[in-house]
């Protein structure tokens, strides 16, 4: 197995585990990864943790199973590497990438397809596919113009420039940058804390903020979106004992239901 699934205080942490090829993704793997996260759903885990052991986060898909001018590219990314970036945008709980080293191509996908993504300082981040002659893909297009803009999207597209850790919180194409010996225990705090808090209301939220990007969801709409979502946190445990210890003026303690 070349990615491994860890559960542990309600946090489920997806490890990419075949450093020395860089995390670099295979077909196997994806196979791994769909069965890893059905694993933390079955688990009811309330954050989501994506890392990579070694060096690097993703150095990209493993170049070695391509098959240049044969293989079927549109069949590829439809079917096997488009719904696995979908499944971890749609994880039902918060869900946090800790990158480090190379994260390129699907490795790019994977980690801004998560909520939150905290990089170290030295990371690097972007397109190669300048240099392969291959069209940016795994959702990288989307990615890159939500948070850089147009003009920094076809920038990064047309050099294959790399963005460090620091540079790209600068740019926002992620959430922070931090000191590479901190960056998994960072990640591990703020993923706890997380899942400790009232999940069923955060995903009512994510799936307010999926609709905003997917569907250009206007303020009246947004208005609707959040009373219906308001309706149904109003009905949880989470929400009668945030209102309980509010009123005891006590800390709440949330079960995600």
């Known amino acids: 197995m070349n990615v491994e699934l860890i559960v542990a205080d309600s946090t489920a942490e997806i490890v990419l585990n075949r450093p020395g090829k860089m995390n670099a993704v295979s077909g196997a793997m994806i196979k791994e990864l769909h069965q890893c996260l059905d694993q933390a759903q079955q688990a009811s885990a309330r954050a989501l943790i994506l890392r990579g052991e070694g060096p690097a986060f993703c150095a990209g898909r493993d170049l070695t199973e391509a098959d240049p001018g044969q293989e079927d590219a549109r069949l590829i990314l439809r079917e096997v590497v488009s719904p696995l970036i979908l499944?971890?945008?749609?994880?039902?709980?918060?869900?946090?990438?800790?990158?480090?080293?190379?994260?390129?191509?699907i490795g790019l996908g994977l980690a801004l397809a998560c909520d939150v993504v905290y990089a170290a300082e030295d990371a690097k981040i972007g397109s190669p596919f300048a240099r392969l002659g291959a069209v940016l893909d795994s959702g990288g297009h989307a990615f890159?113009?939500?948070?850089?803009?147009?003009?920094?999207?076809?920038?990064?597209?047309?050099?294959?420039?790399?963005?460090?850790?620091?540079?790209?919180?600068?740019?926002?194409?992620?959430?922070?940058?931090?000191?590479?010996?901190?960056?998994?225990?960072?990640?591990?705090?703020?993923?706890?804390?997380?899942?400790?808090?009232?999940?069923?209301?955060?995903?009512?939220?994510?799936?307010?903020v999926r609709r905003i990007e997917d569907e250009r969801a206007g303020f009246r709409q947004v208005l609707d979106l959040e009373a219906e979502a308001q309706g149904i946190a109003g009905r949880t445990a989470d929400y009668k004992e945030g209102i309980s210890a509010f009123l005891q003026k006590r800390a709440p303690h949330f079960s995600g239901r």
């Open 87 to 105: 499944r971890i945008a749609d994880f039902p709980a918060p869900t946090f990438a800790a990158v480090q080293g190379a994260c390129l191509g």
């Open 144 to 208: 890159f113009v939500a948070r850089a803009g147009a003009h920094r999207a076809l920038e990064l597209i047309y050099t294959g420039r790399l963005l460090s850790g620091k540079e790209a919180e600068a740019w926002g194409l992620i959430n922070r940058s931090v000191e590479k010996a901190t960056l998994l225990e960072q990640v591990r705090s703020l993923a706890k804390a997380v899942a400790s808090g009232p999940t069923r209301a955060f995903a009512e939220s994510k799936r307010i």
